[in-house]
Each structure stands twice: as C-alpha cells, then as structure tokens.
C-alpha cells in the first residue's frame, strides 16, 4: 500500500501562483512514476502531469503546457506541482496518483493509488 496526502491548495486570484505538494509513504519512493490528475465539477477527471521514477522524463496536457511544472524530491518521497499564471479554468480538486512502474504515464487506469485530493480554485 501506498498512502498519498496533498497539500497546498487554495483560492488564489487568475494570474498568480500555488504550489501543490504530495507527500507519499509505504513502499519505496523510486519504485513509482507519479502523477497528477485534476477534476472539475461536472467534468471528467484528466491528466495535468506525470513525473517518472528518477525525473528523467516528464508529460504535461496541453492546457498546463509553460505554465506548471511537476518535480520529485525523493529523498523526501515527495511530489510537487508548481503552478503558474493560473486562470479560472484551472479550478479544481486536484489529486497525487502513483504508478507503480518507472514510466510517467498520462492514463488514469494505470495508476494504482491515489489521493484524497486538495480543492485549487481560481478567482476571475
């Protein structure tokens, strides 16, 4: 078993900055390519980033492209988005998932366990 916790969210204006943070515990740290996933209300969950095991190799949607930014620090078995110049359709419940595996995949289903979510909204 893997336990994820997020933290970091919050409301903040379309424009500026929050920093999200996932911390992970259970198994080994490297043994898991992570990832973040977001869900609107009356929308599907989709992909925002991926990050794999060693942070070699990174994916990001289209829509976050230039202005987010995931990172691992695995001696601290934790994982981060960094988002910038947010807008309003950025608002969300953001969540951390692990993949066991060592690729950074964007599918939701290949992902194994996953977190409670922290709530991002973006004021306009």
């Known amino acids: 078993q893997v336990q994820l916790v997020e933290s970091g969210g919050g409301l903040v204006q379309a424009g500026g900055s929050l920093r999200l943070s996932c911390a992970a515990s259970g198994r080994t740290f490297t043994d898991y390519a992570m990832g973040w996933f977001r869900q609107a209300p009356g929308k599907e969950r989709e992909v925002v980033a991926a990050i794999n095991w060693n942070a070699g190799s990174t994916y990001y949607a289209d829509s976050v492209k230039g202005r987010f930014t995931i990172s691992r620090d695995n001696a601290k078995n934790t994982v981060y988005l960094q988002m910038n110049s947010l807008k309003p359709e950025d608002t969300a419940i953001y969540y951390c998932?692990?993949?066991?595996?060592?690729?950074?995949?964007?599918?939701?289903?290949?992902?194994?366990?996953w977190g409670q979510g922290t709530q991002v909204t973006v004021s306009s």
């Open positions: 998932a692990a993949r066991r595996g060592f690729t950074a995949v964007a599918r939701g289903y290949e992902y194994d366990y």
